[in-house]
């Protein structure tokens, strides 16, 4: 059976609930011969037969909880992220997540992945269109697409808490898998690595570790992604301390010179406290003020103290 035989039923057949009602979800018609062969210049990536074949019966779905799903590539911006590219848009929903299919040499776009704005996480969904199709329709039919879009939110943020955890350099790699060997030598010598070949519960890409200025790399189409950045706008930012300016006590002031005695010629600070009432027009004395004034202020006034 060919894919767009496996791929239709989902989209064609009825979308029923628990109660077999019928849903809003409904399937947009087919495309025209002359349509499709006008699509492959705008289409990202090569159209295959396959996927030709599905747009001949549907090009796309209207009336999901993501919104409107398109097949064609038209309806939506080209992927932000040239590591993904070409990539199908299927579809943007309402938390701006972006839902893309990479095109590549499969019969049907693959993998599905979904992109988070914040937090700036990729998250692996499905290997192939008509796999991500047959979950839609289970969740969307079991009523259950709200707790889907939990579990994916969660596995969102389970990456992005161990963003760091995670990392891997790339001199750490290359000991261990030959297979990316030469794709590593390449890698700046600051970068980080994420291997998303194996198969995880939680399986997505930190793209945002970097911070804006982190720079975007991958090993052919394999799940093995890097990220290289300043590190002042990343996660390795160091955090300076506030500095908080110490505050003067408003009937304290400090004055203190060096004086050297005629025997030991040692050195000591005179620190004398001044009043608030002994004012020299509500400012600190100067040198000249002080000094004359030194000898001839009453004891009372205030009281003199040697401080080695």
């Not at 929903?93 to 095109?103: M, N, Q, T």
């Not at 700046?188 to 982190?214: C, I, K, Q």
Request: hydrophobic share 40%.
């Amino acid at each position: 059976m060919s894919a767009p035989d496996t791929t239709m039923p989902l989209i064609s057949a009825p979308w029923l609930n628990a109660e077999g009602n019928p849903l809003s979800v409904i399937p947009l018609p087919g495309l025209r011969e002359e349509v499709i062969r006008s699509l492959e210049c705008s289409y990202p990536g090569i159209l295959s037969p396959a996927m030709k074949e599905l747009l001949s019966r549907s090009c796309g779905l209207a009336g999901t909880e993501f919104g409107s799903i398109d097949f064609t590539g038209c309806w939506f911006l080209e992927e932000p992220h040239a590591v993904f590219r070409p990539a199908l848009t299927l579809a943007i929903d309402d938390a701006e997540r972006r839902w893309i299919a990479e095109v590549g040499n499969g019969d049907l776009p693959g993998p599905i992945w979904c992109v988070f704005p914040h937090p700036e996480v990729a998250v692996y969904v499905s290997d192939d269109l008509a796999t991500f199709l047959a979950t839609l329709r289970e969740r969307t039919c079991q009523g259950e697409v709200s707790r889907w879009l939990d579990e994916l939110t969660a596995k969102a943020r389970a990456v992005w808490s161990q963003r760091h955890a995670w990392a891997i350099r790339p001199y750490e790699a290359h000991r261990s898998d030959p297979a990316i060997r030469g794709w590593l030598m390449t890698l700046p010598a600051g970068a980080y690595v994420y291997d998303l070949r194996a198969r995880s519960a939680v399986r997505g890409w930190p793209y945002g570790v970097a911070g804006p200025s982190g720079r975007h790399y991958r090993c052919g189409r394999l799940p093995v992604f890097a990220v290289a950045g300043l590190p002042e706008e990343g996660w390795r930012a160091s955090r300076r301390r506030a500095r908080v300016a110490h505050a003067k006590a408003p009937f304290l002031e400090e004055a203190s010179f060096p004086v050297e005695t005629a025997r030991s010629r040692c050195r000591y600070h005179i620190r004398r406290e001044i009043p608030a009432q002994r004012t020299w027009g509500g400012r600190a004395p100067k040198w000249g003020e002080w000094r004359s004034g030194f000898h001839s202020m009453p004891a009372a006034q205030g009281e003199s103290r040697l401080c080695a």
